[in-house]
């Protein structure tokens, strides 16, 4: 049994591709693609776009997601609902399910469009704004910082949760003569949740790496952008604590 989604904005570029199944896919994306683990392919030209292609393989059929949303589909469904809450995200383009007759799942598949000349925020930080020793690198920042607080305030608002919200998931472009740009990526875990702990964690995962690379005056400046108080400062330092006690 299988399962092939295609967002209609792509469905006229998919079909000049004639790849009608699954198993076609993986073998077109990924020729000899191993069986047990995740591989993500680097950008490639297909069709004139630049695309990231994601496979999940199993040895075996996968009890795990019985009845369940793969990671992949999961990760489709939340790049939609980025979308609808106004989070620039990468356009998701196509997700595939391959299950037994058992509805085990055995492969799951999506397929994202690039984000053009992107860089990783740690990669960003490291090149444009390393520290606070110029003007110039105190307004990047501190524009960082703003921008990552509103989204996170605009998902957590909108009931959602990534649930993997470290840095290497956010990405930022800078197009000549413009602020730079924030967007997200990478959520096969995330959901709509109003649970505080589950808001906790974007928070916490965030100032883990915060915590090596700001300065406290640019964390308590995220914080205050977010909407938060020292209560929540509290409670942020306390799940770190919890959750990564030796990091």
């Given at each position: 049994m299988e399962s092939l989604l295609i967002d209609p904005r792509a469905h006229d570029w998919w079909r000049a591709l004639r790849?009608?199944?699954?198993?076609?896919?993986?073998?077109?994306?990924?020729?000899?693609?191993?069986?047990?683990?995740?591989?993500?392919v680097t950008p490639r030209t297909v069709g004139g776009r630049e695309v990231f292609?994601?496979?999940?393989?199993?040895?075996?059929p996968s009890w795990r997601f019985w009845l369940r949303r793969s990671k992949a589909r999961c990760e489709y469904d939340n790049y939609a609902a980025f979308e609808n809450i106004g989070i620039p995200t990468a356009r998701h383009l196509v997700c595939g399910e391959e299950r037994d007759v058992l509805g085990r799942l055995c492969r799951?598949?999506?397929l994202t469009e690039a984000i053009p000349r992107a860089w990783t925020l740690p990669q960003f930080v490291e090149e444009h704004c390393p520290d606070?020793?110029?003007?110039k690198h105190?307004?990047?920042?501190?524009?960082?910082?703003?921008?990552?607080?509103?989204?996170v305030r605009r998902i957590h608002d909108a009931g959602f949760s990534h649930h993997d919200l470290v840095w290497r998931n956010i990405l930022v472009t800078w197009p000549p003569h413009e602020q730079p740009k924030i967007w997200w990526i990478d959520c096969p875990r995330g959901g709509f949740s109003r649970q505080h702990r589950r808001q906790l964690k974007d928070l916490a995962s965030l100032d883990?790496?915060?915590?090596?690379?700001?300065?406290?005056?640019?964390?308590?400046?995220?914080?205050?952008?977010?909407?938060g108080d020292k209560q929540l400062a509290k409670e942020v330092l306390a799940y770190r604590e919890r959750r990564w006690p030796n990091e």
């Open positions: 790849l009608d199944s699954c198993a076609d896919v993986v073998r077109f994306f990924l020729p000899g693609a191993p069986s047990t683990k995740t591989v993500v292609f994601k496979v999940y393989q199993y040895a075996g799951a598949f999506i606070r020793a110029t003007a105190r307004q990047l920042r501190d524009d960082l910082c703003r921008q990552m607080a509103t989204l883990k790496m915060a915590s090596m690379h700001c300065t406290p005056g640019e964390r308590v400046l995220f914080l205050r952008s977010y909407g």
